[in-house]
C-alpha cells in the first residue's frame, strides 16, 4: 500500500468548505488563518477560517511547502521565531501571505493537552490571532549575514579561550605560572620558547600552541574585519558608532537584532535585553528585583562592556553625561551605573534605528 504522504503533502481534511477566497476563481472575502510548525524535513500545517472553524491540517515536505502555499489565496500566516522561521518568513510574504513570528513561550499556553507537531500548529494558529500578541520581526537576509559573522567570531573566541586556559594548566604542571590573559599566554609563550631547558617534545607542545594561537587571532581579526566593512555599508551602524560605550561590534550587532523588530519604544528594547529589574507585583505593590538579564546574552554582553569602558574612563570630563554617569555611580554603585548607561545605549539606539535621528548626546542626559 502506497504511503500518502509520498508527493510530500498529507491532509486530514479536504478544504471542501472553505471561504470563497480560498477558491480557485473565488471572490476575496475573508482571509484564513494558517499556522505552521517549522521541523527540517516535516512541516505540521493547521488553518483556520475567519470563524475559528478547523478547515485543513496538513504535513507538508520541505519540497512541498512553497508550491502548496502558493496555490492559497494570501493569508495570515504564524510560525514560532526559530531556526529557518525568517527564511520562510520571507518567501511567504513574496507570495502575498501576511506573516508573523511569534517566540516559542507565547505559543505554550495554546497547546492543548499533550504536546505534539500537531497541537504546536494549532496553538501557533490560535496566538497568532490573539489580541495585543507580541511579535518577532523579519530579520532581512542581510541582518541574518551580520548574526552569522558574530555566531563564528563568538566561536572563535571560544576556541581562544579554550586554548589559553589549557596552555596554562599545563604549564603550571612545569612550574610555570601564566596570569591570566590571551596577552600574557602571548607573550609568555615567546619567552619560554627561547629558553634551553625544555625537552624536545615539550618544546614542540610549546611551538604548537603558539601556532595554533596566532592561528586564532587571525581569524578572529579577519572576521572582524568582515563585519567592520558591513557597518561601513549601513549608515545607521555609522550613526551607532558615534554613542559613548557602543563600538563597531556592538552597532552592528544591535542593528541584526534591531532593526525591523516590532518593539513599541526604547524601553521595549531594553527589557528585551535583559537591562531591566525583574519585578513581582501584587496587591498594588511592586518589588524590584535583580536585572532580568533575558533576551540576547550576546548583545547584552557588548552593551555592558561599552558601558563599563565608558564608566572607568570618565573622569572628571564636564559634558553632560558624563555628569550624569558620575551621580549614578555616586548614588547607586559602579555596577548599577554600568547597567544603566548600557540601558541608556539600547534605548538610544532603537531612536537612531527607528527614527534615523542623528545622535544627540544632550538627549542622553535625563534620568533612566
Known amino acids: 500500500m502506497d504511503s500518502p504522504f509520498k508527493d510530500g503533502i498529507e491532509c486530514a481534511k479536504l478544504d471542501d468548505h472553505l471561504p470563497s477566497v480560498q477558491r480557485k476563481g473565488g471572490v476575496s472575502m475573508k482571509r484564513t488563518t494558517i499556522g505552521i510548525d517549522l521541523a527540517k524535513n ?38 514560532e521565531a526559530c531556526g529557518g522561521a525568517h527564511y520562510w518568513a520571507r518567501e511567504l510574504a513574496k507570495l502575498g501571505h501576511t506573516v508573523r513570528l511569534i517566540a516559542p513561550q507565547y505559543v505554550k499556553p495554546w497547546v492543548q493537552t499533550n504536546k505534539s507537531d500537531q497541537a504546536d500548529a494549532r496553538a501557533i494558529c490560535r496566538a497568532v490571532q490573539e489580541p495585543g500578541m507580541r511579535f518577532v520581526g523579519m530579520a532581512s537576509e542581510a541582518q541574518q549575514t ?29 612550574g610555570v605560572a601564566i596570569p591570566m590573559g590571551v596577552a600574557s599566554v602571548r607573550k609568555t609563550l615567546a619567552l619560554l ?8 617534545l615539550v618544546r614542540q607542545f610549546l611551538a604548537d600552541q603558539q601556532a595554533e594561537l596566532e592561528e586564532w587571532d587571525t581569524k578572529i581579526e579577519a ?15 555609522q550613526r551607532l558608532e558615534q554613542a559613548r ?5 556592538g552597532a552592528s550587532a544591535l542593528w541584526a537584532k534591531t532593526a525591523g523588530q516590532a518593539y513599541q519604544n526604547g524601553r521595549h528594547v531594553a527589557a528585551a535585553l535583559g537591562l531591566v529589574p525583574k519585578h513581582t507585583g501584587t496587591g498594588g505593590k511592586v518589588r524590584l528585583g535583580r536585572i532580568s538579564k533575558r533576551g540576547d546574552r550576546y548583545l547584552r554582553q557588548l552593551l555592558i562592556h561599552g ?5 572607568r574612563q570618565v573622569g572628571e570630563q564636564p559634558d553632560c553625561l558624563s555628569c550624569w554617569i558620575r551621580r549614578v555611580v555616586a548614588r547607586r554603585g559602579m555596577n548599577k551605573a554600568i547597567v544603566a548607561l548600557a540601558n ?6 532603537f531612536a537612531l534605528i ?7 548626546v544632550a538627549k542622553m542626559c535625563g534620568a533612566v
Not at 620558547?193 to 624536545?200: G, V
Request: hydrophobic residues 40%; positive net charge.
Open 245 to 249: 560605550g557602543i563600538g563597531p561590534l
Open 193 to 200: 620558547l627561547t629558553e634551553e631547558r625544555w625537552s624536545a
Open 42 to 79: 516535516v512541516f505540521e500545517v493547521y488553518v483556520e477560517d475567519e470563524g475559528g472553524q478547523d478547515i485543513t491540517r496538513c504535513r507538508l515536505s520541505r519540497k512541498k511547502m512553497l508550491p502548496w502555499f502558493a496555490n492559497r489565496a494570501p493569508a495570515l500566516v504564524g510560525m
Open 223 to 237: 572576521v572582524t574585519a568582515q563585519i567592520k566593512r558591513e557597518n561601513a555599508r549601513q549608515p545607521i551602524c
Open 344 to 349: 541608556k545605549n539600547a534605548r538610544m539606539a
Open 307 to 311: 558601558a563599563r569602558a565608558v564608566v
Open 146 to 174: 551580520v548574526q552569522a559573522l558574530h555566531r563564528v567570531r563568538s566561536r572563535y573566541l571560544d576556541n581562544r579561550t579554550a586554548l589559553v586556559n589549557q596552555t596554562r594548566g599545563i604549564l603550571l604542571e612545569y
Open 354 to 360: 527607528s527614527k534615523a535621528q542623528p545622535y544627540d
